[in-house]
């Protein structure tokens, strides 16, 4: 029994990146002899098994036949007998089919570092095709190695687009679209995932709503800005980068295409919040200014946003618009001045309290048409010189 480190460990080593996981290969062995040392089974379609002490992944050597479409169409075959080589001769590209043995030796029977070297993305072998998975999947490492100066192989690409011209991309399911959209969507250069998509054809079968919309150059643009929206902990803002991707798009062709990828609630209200606000305020290089020195239209927004009781989504929202702005090339002072002064109008209009007297006079109605006028009048007091 050998025992091997494989795929995305030994690329990022090579590479000199931070190694997120190890995987292992194991060849020469069987499932009773893993579980026998002490290794727990968890794959449910081919032998997978966790380490007794580190948790970590040790697969069977194996080979994969595609015997129906779609990336669930494979028998798997494994015995001690399959080598290591026709195991990483099943993998996608060749940076992820290297493996390192015991001993430290560098196993590359496909080409793997002299691609690294070439800043290529290149399949390891015409079953590239049989997996549409595989599609997204260099799509997604293109965007994460991308300011490493990456780009795919153009006989990689031209593989890609007789895939899609196959209808090989019909055949993923929602889940995994979304699923490996998301980890895109996390890297330093998202839009560059999604023009490989455009490239290849398989944006407009995964995301027609998108790929069809005159505004696509903009909206990778805006997504490209919105980079440097993160999370309190310091992490990518992977709903505020989708909404700045889709918010020029009709809020109906949002809400099917979030349907359809079974997108998480939260990715989905953010892209349609900044749909609805993009409406209301107009294009960003014509009206930003009236919105934010008119009372009446600045107060809409804040009530549509429901900026007073969602006060981080709405902030969230206001890096989107400035996302958006930015690919609309609207000068960054006009930019700066209008982000001010709504954030300077939340916080008047949060300000806003009635009184007892009046909250016990008046009732339902009256009280709601009583605060919205006092929001006003604090708006328009804002406004003074």
Partial sequence: MQVYLVGGAVRDELLGCPVRERDWVVVGATPAELEGAGYRAVGREFPVFLHPQTQEEYALARLERKVAPGYRGFVTEFSPTVTLEEDLRRRDLTINAMARSADGQLVDPYGGRADLAARLLRHVSPAFSEDPVRILRVARFAARFADLGFSVAPETLELMRTMVRAGEADALVSERVWRELELALATDRPERAFEVLDECGALAVLLPELATHPGLAT???????????????????????????????????????????RVPSEHRDLA????????????????????????????????????????????????????????????????????????????????????????????????????????????RILRQP
């Avoid at 109906?252 to 295409?257: F, G």
């Avoid at 690919?327 to 930019?335: M, N, Q, R, T, V």
């Avoid at 982000?339 to 916080?347: D, F, I």
């Avoid at 806003?352 to 009280?367: E, F, K, S, Y």
């Fill in 219 to 261: 909206a990778l643009a805006a997504l490209h800005r919105s980079t440097a929206v993160v999370t309190t902990d310091g992490q990518p803002d992977t709903p505020a980068r989708w909404a700045a991707l889709l918010a020029a798009l009709p809020a109906a062709a949002i809400e099917a295409l979030c349907v359809r990828l």
């Fill in 272 to 379: 349609l919040l900044a749909a609805r606000l993009g409406a209301h305020i107009g294009h960003a290089s014509h009206l930003p200014e009236p919105v934010a020195t008119d009372a009446e239209r600045l107060l809409a927004l804040l009530e549509m946003a429901d900026a007073w009781r969602r006060p981080e989504r709405f902030g969230c929202w206001l890096e989107v618009w400035r996302a958006r702005a930015a690919a609309e090339s609207l000068p960054h002072a006009a930019i700066e001045d209008f982000t001010t002064r709504v954030a300077a109008a939340v916080r008047a209009t949060a300000a806003v309290r009635l009184t007892a007297a009046q909250l016990q006079a008046l009732h339902g109605p009256d009280i709601a048409a009583l605060l919205r006028q006092r929001r006003l009048e604090a708006l």
